[in-house]
Protein backbone atom coordinates (compact mmCIF):
# COMPACT_ATOMS: atom_id res chain seq x y z
CA UNK A 1 0.00 0.00 0.00
CA UNK A 2 1.16 3.42 -0.71
CA UNK A 3 1.70 5.41 2.36
CA UNK A 4 -0.95 8.58 2.24
CA UNK A 5 0.06 10.21 5.45
CA UNK A 6 3.29 11.29 7.27
CA UNK A 7 4.68 10.93 11.09
CA UNK A 8 8.06 12.74 11.68
CA UNK A 9 9.97 10.54 13.86
CA UNK A 10 12.24 13.15 15.98
CA UNK A 11 14.89 11.19 17.93
CA UNK A 12 16.11 12.51 21.49
CA UNK A 13 17.37 8.70 21.95
CA UNK A 14 16.49 5.85 19.43
CA UNK A 15 15.16 3.46 21.98
CA UNK A 16 11.63 3.14 20.18
CA UNK A 17 12.77 3.80 16.77
CA UNK A 18 12.75 0.41 15.36
CA UNK A 19 9.36 -0.18 16.77
CA UNK A 20 8.26 3.24 15.97
CA UNK A 21 9.24 2.63 12.58
CA UNK A 22 7.23 -0.68 12.34
CA UNK A 23 4.00 0.56 13.71
CA UNK A 24 4.06 3.38 11.38
CA UNK A 25 4.06 1.24 8.42
CA UNK A 26 1.97 -0.99 9.32
CA UNK A 27 -0.78 1.92 9.96
CA UNK A 28 -0.01 2.65 6.55
CA UNK A 29 2.01 5.50 6.86
CA UNK A 30 5.43 6.64 6.27
CA UNK A 31 8.14 7.57 8.96
CA UNK A 32 10.13 10.41 8.04
CA UNK A 33 12.93 10.54 9.91
CA UNK A 34 14.16 14.81 11.33
CA UNK A 35 17.77 15.32 10.83
CA UNK A 36 19.07 17.97 13.36
CA UNK A 37 20.79 20.09 10.74
CA UNK A 38 17.32 20.43 9.45
CA UNK A 39 15.93 22.90 12.23
CA UNK A 40 12.42 23.02 13.97
CA UNK A 41 10.37 19.96 13.25
CA UNK A 42 7.62 20.30 11.01
CA UNK A 43 6.03 17.82 9.28
CA UNK A 44 2.62 16.85 7.23
CA UNK A 45 0.90 14.58 9.72
CA UNK A 46 1.80 13.74 13.30
CA UNK A 47 5.09 13.94 15.09
CA UNK A 48 6.50 11.44 17.38
CA UNK A 49 8.77 12.82 19.73
CA UNK A 50 11.49 10.12 21.03
CA UNK A 51 12.59 10.66 24.13
CA UNK A 52 13.42 7.08 25.75
CA UNK A 53 15.21 7.42 29.10
CA UNK A 54 15.97 11.42 28.32
CA UNK A 55 11.94 12.59 28.89
CA UNK A 56 13.25 15.70 30.16
CA UNK A 57 14.71 16.59 27.22
CA UNK A 58 12.07 15.90 24.78
CA UNK A 59 9.94 18.06 26.92
CA UNK A 60 12.39 21.11 26.06
CA UNK A 61 11.89 20.57 22.62
CA UNK A 62 8.52 19.83 22.60
CA UNK A 63 7.70 23.54 24.30
CA UNK A 64 9.78 24.72 20.38
CA UNK A 65 7.61 22.30 18.06
CA UNK A 66 5.21 23.96 15.39
CA UNK A 67 1.81 23.15 16.70
CA UNK A 68 0.04 22.97 13.57
CA UNK A 69 0.02 19.25 13.89
CA UNK A 70 -0.17 17.60 17.21
CA UNK A 71 2.95 16.67 18.86
CA UNK A 72 3.15 13.02 20.77
CA UNK A 73 5.91 12.20 23.71
CA UNK A 74 7.26 8.71 23.65
CA UNK A 75 9.30 7.69 27.17
CA UNK A 76 9.79 4.51 29.05
CA UNK A 77 8.98 6.38 32.41
CA UNK A 78 5.84 5.83 33.57
CA UNK A 79 6.01 8.72 35.95
CA UNK A 80 2.87 10.88 35.87
CA UNK A 81 4.80 14.12 36.40
CA UNK A 82 6.32 13.40 32.82
CA UNK A 83 3.10 13.17 31.14
CA UNK A 84 1.11 16.34 32.82
CA UNK A 85 4.70 18.26 31.88
CA UNK A 86 4.53 16.92 27.78
CA UNK A 87 0.81 18.28 27.72
CA UNK A 88 1.73 21.59 29.61
CA UNK A 89 4.00 21.85 27.11
CA UNK A 90 1.86 21.36 24.16
CA UNK A 91 1.95 17.88 23.11
CA UNK A 92 -1.36 15.95 23.21
CA UNK A 93 -0.46 13.13 25.03
CA UNK A 94 2.14 10.88 26.41
CA UNK A 95 2.89 7.77 26.31
CA UNK A 96 4.97 5.13 28.31
CA UNK A 97 6.11 2.48 25.95
CA UNK A 98 5.61 -0.75 26.12
CA UNK A 99 3.04 -0.45 28.19
CA UNK A 100 0.95 2.04 26.13
CA UNK A 101 1.73 0.76 22.79
CA UNK A 102 -1.74 0.07 22.24
CA UNK A 103 -3.07 3.15 23.16
CA UNK A 104 -0.71 4.73 20.40
CA UNK A 105 -1.21 2.37 17.87
CA UNK A 106 -5.17 3.20 18.02
CA UNK A 107 -4.68 7.11 18.49
CA UNK A 108 -2.40 6.60 15.64
CA UNK A 109 -5.12 5.26 13.85
CA UNK A 110 -7.69 7.52 14.59
CA UNK A 111 -4.91 10.33 12.98
CA UNK A 112 -4.61 8.04 10.03
CA UNK A 113 -8.64 8.11 9.15
CA UNK A 114 -8.50 11.97 10.01
CA UNK A 115 -6.03 12.72 7.20
CA UNK A 116 -6.96 10.08 4.63
CA UNK A 117 -10.44 11.38 4.83
CA UNK A 118 -8.59 14.84 4.16
CA UNK A 119 -6.80 13.36 1.15
CA UNK A 120 -9.70 11.48 -0.27
CA UNK A 121 -11.42 14.93 -0.54
CA UNK A 122 -13.97 14.49 2.78
CA UNK A 123 -15.76 11.63 0.62
CA UNK A 124 -15.53 9.62 3.81
CA UNK A 125 -16.85 12.70 6.43
CA UNK A 126 -19.40 13.14 3.82
CA UNK A 127 -20.95 9.24 3.67
CA UNK A 128 -21.32 9.48 7.38
CA UNK A 129 -23.03 12.66 6.86
CA UNK A 130 -25.47 11.62 4.99
CA UNK A 131 -26.48 8.96 6.88
CA UNK A 132 -26.42 10.81 10.24
CA UNK A 133 -27.04 14.33 9.53
CA UNK A 134 -29.71 16.65 10.19
CA UNK A 135 -31.76 15.59 7.25
CA UNK A 136 -31.93 12.48 9.06
CA UNK A 137 -34.31 13.85 11.32
CA UNK A 138 -37.70 14.46 10.05
CA UNK A 139 -39.97 16.95 11.24
CA UNK A 140 -41.14 20.38 10.00
CA UNK A 141 -43.84 21.87 13.10
CA UNK A 142 -42.33 24.62 14.61
CA UNK A 143 -41.28 22.80 17.70
CA UNK A 144 -39.01 20.96 16.13
CA UNK A 145 -37.93 23.72 13.51
CA UNK A 146 -36.60 25.78 16.56
CA UNK A 147 -34.92 22.60 18.34
CA UNK A 148 -33.18 21.92 15.05
CA UNK A 149 -32.23 25.81 14.25
CA UNK A 150 -30.67 26.01 17.45
CA UNK A 151 -28.69 23.01 17.36
CA UNK A 152 -27.28 23.94 13.33
CA UNK A 153 -26.00 27.08 15.07
CA UNK A 154 -24.19 25.12 17.53
CA UNK A 155 -22.78 22.58 15.33
CA UNK A 156 -19.86 23.89 14.06
CA UNK A 157 -18.35 24.95 17.62
CA UNK A 158 -16.47 21.94 18.19
CA UNK A 159 -15.42 22.44 21.80
CA UNK A 160 -18.82 23.37 23.02
CA UNK A 161 -20.19 20.75 25.42
CA UNK A 162 -24.30 20.20 24.76
CA UNK A 163 -27.02 19.22 27.02
CA UNK A 164 -30.01 17.61 25.28
CA UNK A 165 -33.31 17.24 27.42
CA UNK A 166 -36.37 15.58 25.81
CA UNK A 167 -38.81 12.35 26.90
CA UNK A 168 -37.59 9.24 26.56
CA UNK A 169 -38.46 8.36 22.62
CA UNK A 170 -37.82 12.07 21.36
CA UNK A 171 -34.44 11.50 19.13
CA UNK A 172 -32.11 12.55 21.74
CA UNK A 173 -29.24 10.41 19.88
CA UNK A 174 -30.20 10.97 16.56
CA UNK A 175 -29.23 14.36 17.29
CA UNK A 176 -26.23 13.61 19.01
CA UNK A 177 -24.83 12.63 15.89
CA UNK A 178 -26.12 14.92 13.44
CA UNK A 179 -23.92 17.64 15.79
CA UNK A 180 -21.15 15.74 15.49
CA UNK A 181 -21.25 14.41 11.82
CA UNK A 182 -22.29 17.81 10.71
CA UNK A 183 -19.64 19.85 12.63
CA UNK A 184 -15.47 20.28 12.91
CA UNK A 185 -15.38 16.59 14.57
CA UNK A 186 -16.99 14.88 11.71
CA UNK A 187 -13.96 12.52 11.01
CA UNK A 188 -13.55 11.30 14.42
CA UNK A 189 -15.48 8.80 16.40
CA UNK A 190 -18.63 9.46 17.95
CA UNK A 191 -18.52 7.37 20.79
CA UNK A 192 -21.89 6.65 22.87
CA UNK A 193 -22.71 5.24 26.33
CA UNK A 194 -25.91 4.94 28.03
CA UNK A 195 -24.94 5.86 31.68
CA UNK A 196 -28.27 4.00 33.25
CA UNK A 197 -26.94 0.69 31.44
CA UNK A 198 -24.27 0.17 33.04
CA UNK A 199 -23.49 -1.12 36.57
CA UNK A 200 -22.26 2.11 38.67
CA UNK A 201 -19.46 -0.24 39.86
CA UNK A 202 -18.26 -0.62 36.17
CA UNK A 203 -19.54 2.38 34.61
CA UNK A 204 -16.00 4.44 36.15
CA UNK A 205 -13.75 2.04 33.90
CA UNK A 206 -16.05 2.29 31.36
CA UNK A 207 -15.40 6.39 30.96
CA UNK A 208 -11.58 6.44 32.26
CA UNK A 209 -10.43 2.85 31.49
CA UNK A 210 -8.43 1.29 34.38
CA UNK A 211 -4.61 -0.22 34.48
CA UNK A 212 -3.36 -3.60 34.52
CA UNK A 213 -4.45 -5.16 38.20
CA UNK A 214 -6.27 -2.04 39.08
CA UNK A 215 -9.16 -4.60 40.22
CA UNK A 216 -9.86 -8.36 40.38
CA UNK A 217 -10.45 -9.00 36.67
CA UNK A 218 -8.49 -6.19 35.14
CA UNK A 219 -6.06 -8.87 33.75
CA UNK A 220 -5.01 -5.91 30.87
CA UNK A 221 -4.38 -2.44 30.68
CA UNK A 222 -7.85 -0.79 28.52
CA UNK A 223 -8.38 2.51 27.42
CA UNK A 224 -11.58 4.33 28.72
CA UNK A 225 -14.34 5.56 26.20
CA UNK A 226 -12.86 9.65 26.98
CA UNK A 227 -9.80 8.29 25.16
CA UNK A 228 -11.30 6.02 22.19
CA UNK A 229 -13.79 9.34 21.40
CA UNK A 230 -10.26 11.51 21.19
CA UNK A 231 -11.09 13.81 18.22
CA UNK A 232 -14.39 13.44 18.30
CA UNK A 233 -17.65 13.18 20.70
CA UNK A 234 -18.55 11.27 23.21
CA UNK A 235 -22.04 10.94 23.94
CA UNK A 236 -23.29 10.05 27.76
CA UNK A 237 -27.34 9.11 27.72
CA UNK A 238 -29.05 9.04 31.03
CA UNK A 239 -26.56 11.00 32.11
CA UNK A 240 -28.96 12.08 35.38
CA UNK A 241 -28.28 8.47 36.51
CA UNK A 242 -24.70 8.73 37.00
CA UNK A 243 -23.33 7.65 40.78
CA UNK A 244 -22.37 11.19 42.59
CA UNK A 245 -18.92 9.93 43.29
CA UNK A 246 -18.17 9.71 39.45
CA UNK A 247 -20.04 13.15 39.12
CA UNK A 248 -17.29 14.57 40.22
CA UNK A 249 -14.47 12.76 38.05
CA UNK A 250 -16.33 13.75 34.80
CA UNK A 251 -16.48 17.59 36.24
CA UNK A 252 -12.57 17.26 36.78
CA UNK A 253 -12.50 16.04 33.26
CA UNK A 254 -14.45 18.05 31.60
CA UNK A 255 -12.78 21.29 33.08
CA UNK A 256 -9.28 19.88 32.52
CA UNK A 257 -9.22 17.73 29.86
CA UNK A 258 -7.52 15.19 31.35
CA UNK A 259 -8.49 11.89 32.68
CA UNK A 260 -6.84 9.57 34.57
CA UNK A 261 -7.28 5.36 34.13
CA UNK A 262 -8.68 3.32 37.29
CA UNK A 263 -5.48 2.46 39.18
CA UNK A 264 -2.88 4.45 37.37
CA UNK A 265 -0.61 7.71 37.99
CA UNK A 266 0.01 9.70 35.13
CA UNK A 267 -3.22 11.81 33.35
CA UNK A 268 -4.10 11.55 29.57
CA UNK A 269 -4.59 14.42 27.58
CA UNK A 270 -8.11 14.90 25.86
CA UNK A 271 -9.66 16.58 22.89
CA UNK A 272 -13.97 15.72 23.11
CA UNK A 273 -16.82 17.17 22.64
CA UNK A 274 -19.35 16.00 25.52
CA UNK A 275 -22.91 15.88 24.50
CA UNK A 276 -24.87 14.87 27.70
CA UNK A 277 -28.33 13.63 27.34
CA UNK A 278 -31.19 12.89 30.03
CA UNK A 279 -35.45 12.35 30.15
CA UNK A 280 -35.40 13.57 33.54
CA UNK A 281 -35.02 16.99 34.98
CA UNK A 282 -31.80 17.76 36.27
CA UNK A 283 -32.83 20.92 38.15
CA UNK A 284 -35.46 18.68 40.35
CA UNK A 285 -32.55 15.92 40.80
CA UNK A 286 -30.17 19.20 41.75
CA UNK A 287 -32.89 19.69 44.57
CA UNK A 288 -33.12 16.20 45.98
CA UNK A 289 -29.34 16.20 46.11
CA UNK A 290 -28.99 13.73 43.13
CA UNK A 291 -27.06 15.63 41.13
CA UNK A 292 -24.38 18.18 41.39
CA UNK A 293 -25.09 21.53 40.63
CA UNK A 294 -21.65 22.97 39.44
CA UNK A 295 -21.89 19.53 36.89
CA UNK A 296 -24.79 20.85 35.55
CA UNK A 297 -23.95 24.14 34.56
CA UNK A 298 -20.69 22.09 32.85
CA UNK A 299 -23.02 20.25 30.83
CA UNK A 300 -25.30 23.39 30.35
CA UNK A 301 -23.46 25.06 28.44
CA UNK A 302 -26.34 24.78 25.51
CA UNK A 303 -29.46 23.38 26.02
CA UNK A 304 -31.24 21.98 23.58
CA UNK A 305 -35.11 20.52 24.30
CA UNK A 306 -36.86 18.39 22.18
CA UNK A 307 -40.31 18.48 21.86
CA UNK A 308 -42.70 15.60 22.99
CA UNK A 309 -44.64 13.95 19.93
CA UNK A 310 -47.98 15.27 21.23
CA UNK A 311 -46.60 18.93 21.56
CA UNK A 312 -45.66 18.45 16.96
CA UNK A 313 -48.64 16.37 16.11
CA UNK A 314 -48.12 17.84 12.40
CA UNK A 315 -45.04 16.02 11.99
CA UNK A 316 -47.10 12.65 12.81
CA UNK A 317 -48.00 12.13 9.80
CA UNK A 318 -44.42 13.03 8.01
CA UNK A 319 -43.05 10.54 10.30
CA UNK A 320 -45.38 7.66 9.64
CA UNK A 321 -44.72 7.79 5.55
CA UNK A 322 -40.93 7.91 6.42
CA UNK A 323 -41.36 4.84 8.63
CA UNK A 324 -43.41 2.91 6.03
CA UNK A 325 -41.27 3.63 3.15
CA UNK A 326 -38.29 2.51 5.27
CA UNK A 327 -40.12 -0.51 6.80
CA UNK A 328 -41.75 -1.57 3.74
CA UNK A 329 -38.51 -2.10 2.07
CA UNK A 330 -37.00 -4.01 5.11
CA UNK A 331 -39.81 -6.29 4.99
CA UNK A 332 -39.98 -6.65 1.02
CA UNK A 333 -43.70 -5.23 0.57
CA UNK A 334 -44.79 -2.58 -1.38
CA UNK A 335 -45.76 0.88 0.56
CA UNK A 336 -49.29 0.96 1.60
CA UNK A 337 -50.93 4.36 1.22
CA UNK A 338 -51.69 6.80 4.61
CA UNK A 339 -55.92 6.77 3.82
CA UNK A 340 -57.96 9.12 5.89
CA UNK A 341 -58.77 6.53 8.47
CA UNK A 342 -55.36 5.73 9.22
CA UNK A 343 -54.36 9.43 9.46
CA UNK A 344 -57.14 9.70 11.84
CA UNK A 345 -56.12 6.55 14.18
CA UNK A 346 -52.61 8.44 14.41
CA UNK A 347 -53.93 11.70 15.41
CA UNK A 348 -56.31 10.41 17.61
CA UNK A 349 -53.48 8.78 19.20
CA UNK A 350 -51.49 10.80 21.97
CA UNK A 351 -47.89 8.76 21.75
CA UNK A 352 -46.47 8.97 25.38
CA UNK A 353 -43.60 6.47 23.65
CA UNK A 354 -42.76 9.62 21.21
CA UNK A 355 -41.21 8.61 18.15
CA UNK A 356 -40.02 5.44 18.96
CA UNK A 357 -43.70 4.34 19.94
CA UNK A 358 -44.91 5.65 16.53
CA UNK A 359 -41.96 3.46 14.23
CA UNK A 360 -42.63 0.54 16.48
CA UNK A 361 -46.55 1.16 15.67
CA UNK A 362 -45.90 1.23 12.20
CA UNK A 363 -44.14 -1.67 12.13
CA UNK A 364 -46.59 -3.84 14.08
CA UNK A 365 -49.35 -2.70 11.45
CA UNK A 366 -47.34 -3.35 8.56
CA UNK A 367 -46.55 -7.05 9.25
CA UNK A 368 -50.22 -7.52 10.58
CA UNK A 369 -51.83 -6.18 7.49
CA UNK A 370 -52.46 -7.64 4.47
CA UNK A 371 -49.83 -7.45 2.14
CA UNK A 372 -49.59 -3.50 0.61
CA UNK A 373 -52.06 -2.50 2.86
CA UNK A 374 -51.98 -1.04 6.29
CA UNK A 375 -54.76 -1.70 8.69
CA UNK A 376 -56.12 0.68 11.21
CA UNK A 377 -57.03 -1.59 13.62
CA UNK A 378 -53.32 -3.85 13.16
CA UNK A 379 -51.87 -0.48 14.23
CA UNK A 380 -52.76 -0.95 17.97
CA UNK A 381 -53.32 -4.49 17.84
CA UNK A 382 -51.12 -5.49 20.75
CA UNK A 383 -52.12 -1.98 22.84
CA UNK A 384 -53.89 -3.15 25.92
CA UNK A 385 -56.13 -1.07 28.33
CA UNK A 386 -53.72 -0.24 31.27
CA UNK A 387 -54.20 -2.61 33.92
CA UNK A 388 -56.24 -1.93 36.87
CA UNK A 389 -53.88 -1.33 40.21
CA UNK A 390 -52.93 -4.37 41.54
CA UNK A 391 -54.69 -4.85 45.10
CA UNK A 392 -52.53 -3.62 47.87
CA UNK A 393 -51.81 -2.77 51.22
CA UNK A 394 -53.05 0.92 51.96
CA UNK A 395 -49.66 3.40 52.82
CA UNK A 396 -48.53 2.90 56.46
CA UNK A 397 -50.59 5.73 58.67
CA UNK A 398 -50.08 6.82 60.80
CA UNK A 399 -45.84 6.28 60.13
CA UNK A 400 -42.76 8.12 59.97
CA UNK A 401 -41.90 9.75 56.83
CA UNK A 402 -39.65 7.64 55.65
CA UNK A 403 -41.57 4.65 55.87
CA UNK A 404 -44.47 6.00 54.18
CA UNK A 405 -41.96 6.99 51.58
CA UNK A 406 -40.74 3.71 50.79
CA UNK A 407 -43.91 2.14 50.59
CA UNK A 408 -44.90 4.36 48.20
CA UNK A 409 -41.94 3.28 46.23
CA UNK A 410 -42.86 -0.02 46.73
CA UNK A 411 -46.47 0.35 45.57
CA UNK A 412 -45.44 2.27 42.32
CA UNK A 413 -43.27 -0.80 41.37
CA UNK A 414 -45.90 -3.39 41.77
CA UNK A 415 -48.52 -0.78 39.86
CA UNK A 416 -45.87 -0.52 37.15
CA UNK A 417 -45.87 -4.06 36.76
CA UNK A 418 -42.44 -4.14 38.12
CA UNK A 419 -40.85 -1.54 35.60
CA UNK A 420 -38.48 0.61 37.96
CA UNK A 421 -37.75 2.95 35.34
CA UNK A 422 -41.61 3.72 34.80
CA UNK A 423 -41.90 4.03 38.33
CA UNK A 424 -39.17 6.02 39.11
CA UNK A 425 -40.78 8.46 36.21
CA UNK A 426 -44.01 8.61 38.12
CA UNK A 427 -42.56 9.23 40.95
CA UNK A 428 -40.55 11.72 39.76
CA UNK A 429 -37.08 10.58 41.06
CA UNK A 430 -33.86 8.89 39.56
CA UNK A 431 -33.77 5.65 39.12
CA UNK A 432 -30.87 5.61 41.68
CA UNK A 433 -32.88 7.20 44.04
CA UNK A 434 -35.48 4.46 43.86
CA UNK A 435 -33.34 1.11 44.28
CA UNK A 436 -32.27 3.17 47.25
CA UNK A 437 -35.67 3.73 48.39
CA UNK A 438 -36.24 -0.70 47.66
CA UNK A 439 -32.72 -1.64 48.65
CA UNK A 440 -34.06 0.69 52.26
CA UNK A 441 -37.19 -1.15 52.26
CA UNK A 442 -35.83 -4.93 52.54
CA UNK A 443 -36.42 -6.77 55.77
Known amino acids: MTPDWNVLLVPIS ?58 FLIGASTDHRIGSAAVRAGARDYFALPADLDTLRRTL ?40 DQARRVTQHGGVTVLITGETGTGKELLARAIHYEGPRATGPFVEIN ?109 LALPPLRERMQDVEQLAEVFLERLAATYALPVP ?38 DPEALFASDTPPAAPRSSPLLPFPADLATITRAAARAMVEFTGGNKSEAARRLDISRPRLNRLLDDSTP
Open 14 to 71: ESFRTTLEGLVRELGALPVPWHPIEGRPRAEGPVLVLGGGVETDAIDLVTELDKSHPV
Open 109 to 148: EREGRARRGATEGGRFAAAERTANGFQTIVGSSDPMRRAL
Open 195 to 303: CAAIPAALLESELFGHEKGAFTGAIATKPGLFELAHGGTLFLDEVATMPMELQAKLLRALESREIRRVGGQRTHHIEVRVIAATHGDLRSAIARGEFREDLFYRLNVVA
Open 337 to 374: PLTPALRAALHAHPWPGNVRELRNTIERGLVLSARGTL
